[in-house]
């Protein structure tokens, strides 16, 4: 038998993108007749109960809004057998008979762990980080790219004109997909992740050669996870007079803003729209994702259990061309 109702969340940081995903949950949803439910703050709504019908009205005007109009939160009871029972006992209460779960990889954990209790349940990949295995990118990434590249020109003027060095600290957790991309489009002297660390001594050289072949100012981007930090590099750069005076700007959650770019509206929508497709086909436990040009899918074990890394060819790109 056909399901009747559905529900969808957004759950783990906030990315870009989130709303349109939504917007496609519900209108693709509805457009088969079946009703839709939002579930507020995500599996913290979920275990008090926290949902509401979503018509396609609902999700007018929210295309080009950043954030989720759903909210979303991080639930560490939903972590625990107990609270996962308690979470299907729920969705069962309120006659939900599958779920989209749009999110990052503790979101699609939660996912999991729904499906193998016999709920279906679709993951699509929403996280400005870019480290969720088995997609080409996620939901919210694009936008986050152009956000870092606003600030590096920023930066880049004030830089110039006081012939200084600015380190950039941008978020990404443990995966340094953001300041390596980052770094190559904005032109930085050099990038640090924690997939590839650098010494100390050699980003000295780097900034200390470009002060002598005559730039005008320096750029360095550094992600968030990466060792040595943010404030260990300035100190050692303040403390061996590289030529460059030193500044450090850490652009916090101010990445994870902003109305979403065309490619992250374009994104989500299509995911929105073949998560819901899959689910009301009688999918479950897998994450729709971007693969090559297509939108195709791999298990939610294997999107959860793996993770993904900044290419090293970006890495080996940052350093040729700075
Ligand atoms: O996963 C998205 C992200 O913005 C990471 O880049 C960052 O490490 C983390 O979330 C910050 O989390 P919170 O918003 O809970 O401070």
């Known amino acids: ?19 349109a995903a939504i917007r496609a949950v519900v209108r693709t949803a509805t457009a088969q007749n079946v009703e ?25 005007g929210i295309i080009q809004r950043g954030g989720t109009v759903l909210q979303t939160a991080r639930n560490l009871e939903f972590k625990t057998p107990q609270g996962q029972k308690r979470g299907l006992r729920r969705l069962n209460e309120h006659g939900i008979e599958g779920m989209v779960v749009i999110g990052g990889d503790g979101s699609l954990r939660g996912a999991l762990s729904l499906h193998k209790m016999g709920f279906p349940v679709i993951g699509v990949p929403g996280s400005i980080d870019n480290d969720i295995w088995g997609t080409n990118t996620s939901i919210g990434v694009d936008t986050a790219l152009n956000t870092i590249l606003d600030a590096v020109d920023k930066l ?20 340094g997909y953001l300041a390596t991309v980052g770094g190559i489009l ?16 050699e980003i000295g050289k780097v900034l200390e050669h470009a002060y002598m072949v005559g ?69 479950s436990g897998v994450m729709v994702g971007l693969h090559g040009r297509d939108i195709g899918v791999v298990s939610l074990e294997d999107a959860t259990s793996k993770q993904r890394a900044v290419a090293e060819e970006y890495v080996h790109i940052a350093s040729l061309l700075s």
């Open 186 to 201: 904005g032109g930085a002297e050099f990038v640090m992740v924690p997939e590839y660390p650098t010494t100390l001594e």
């Open 1 to 19: 038998m056909t399901m009747q109702r559905i529900a969808v969340m957004t759950s783990g940081g906030d990315a870009p993108g989130m709303n």
């Open 36 to 60: 839709v439910y939002g579930i507020r703050q995500a599996y913290s709504g979920l275990l008090s109960g926290d949902l509401e019908r979503m018509t396609s009205r609902d999700v007018s």
């Open 156 to 175: 880049r003027d004030t830089a110039s004109s006081h012939e200084r060095c600015f380190l950039l600290e941008v978020m990404g957790r443990n995966c």
């Open 215 to 283: 730039k005008s100012h320096a750029m360095g981007i550094i992600a968030e996870g990466a060792t040595p930090t943010t404030n260990e590099i300035a100190d050692y750069l303040k403390s061996h007079e590289i030529g460059f005076e030193v500044r450090v700007t850490v652009l916090g959650h101010v990445v994870r803003g902003g109305s979403p770019s065309a490619f992250d509206r374009l994104l989500a929508t299509r995911l929105g729209v073949a998560a819901t497709q899959r689910l009301l086909a009688g999918e």
